[in-house]
């Protein structure tokens, strides 16, 4: 056992803490060369020790232990780990810009509420009916969702073609962001009595969605992106709940200018939220 260092010393030679070595061991990430059987002891080989130095390293940058597994099996095999480490920085740098924008508007947002900002309106939506595809997804990758799935779409409608009935949109079951994943779906609206959609490709489908009353507010330019839109969202749940409507459906983002770069002052968008008179409490 001269060429293994026990624990302590490891961990003075590595700059992990004792706790980390302990807990790196139990997920798997460095295992000790040697575990004393009596005593339970653990001891590392020194070239251990440079593994040991990358994991703190990673681990740093806030890699999750997972991928930091992952990359050490790459950097064993003597990949290239610099397309990776670029692929988490400029992940993290697009988080903090987020970061950035949602202080920001936290800091501007007037007293009153986000309906200051916003002017919302009650409209009748007919029914509709609609070639939909789905996925479940993050903010991260909502875009590329979008993108593939109306590409694919509109692909299918052109082999109709389809007669559109309005612009396209898309439903939101849940709260798309960073901390959470939700249910999306990607809607074409098309005539009912005019061509139909036939072959249509894994994972895509059509509903018939009902005629509603939406309670809506339109946003255009930088209040359109995220995450400057959100307060958008809250400014129509807000109305509903302030006015005493219930909600009755997932909130569409409805696309009525859309140039192709998330970014550009043209663009603009309908929030319209589904609606209906509260049911009466039970007796």
Known sequence: ???????????????????????????????????????????????????????????????????????????????DLAPALAAHLKAAEGRLAVQRALVHGLLTRPSEGAEMNHRVTVREGEAERVLVRAATVKNSGLMGFLRSAF????????????????????RYHGVCDEENETLVEACLPFWTDGAQPTDLPEGMSVHDLPANTVACTEVSGPAAEFPAILTAYDAVADWISTHGFAFAGPVRLVYHRWTGTPDDPGNRYEIAWPIEDPAPPAP
């Not at 020790?49 to 950097?75: C, N």
């Not at 590409?151 to 396209?168: E, K, N, S």
């Open 1 to 79: 056992m001269t060429n293994l260092l026990p624990i302590g010393q490891f961990a003075q030679a590595s700059g992990l803490t004792v706790t980390a070595l302990r807990h790196y061991d139990a997920s798997g990430v460095l295992p000790p060369a040697h575990v004393d059987p009596e005593s339970g002891y653990r001891y590392f080989r020194r070239d251990q020790v440079r593994t040991a130095r990358l994991i703190r390293v990673l681990r740093q940058l806030d890699i999750p232990i997972e991928q930091v597994r992952g990359l050490l099996v790459q950097a064993g095999a003597g990949a």
């Open 151 to 170: 590409q694919d779409m509109y692909a299918v409608a052109g082999r109709g073609p389809l007669t559109f009935t309005g612009p396209a949109f898309v």
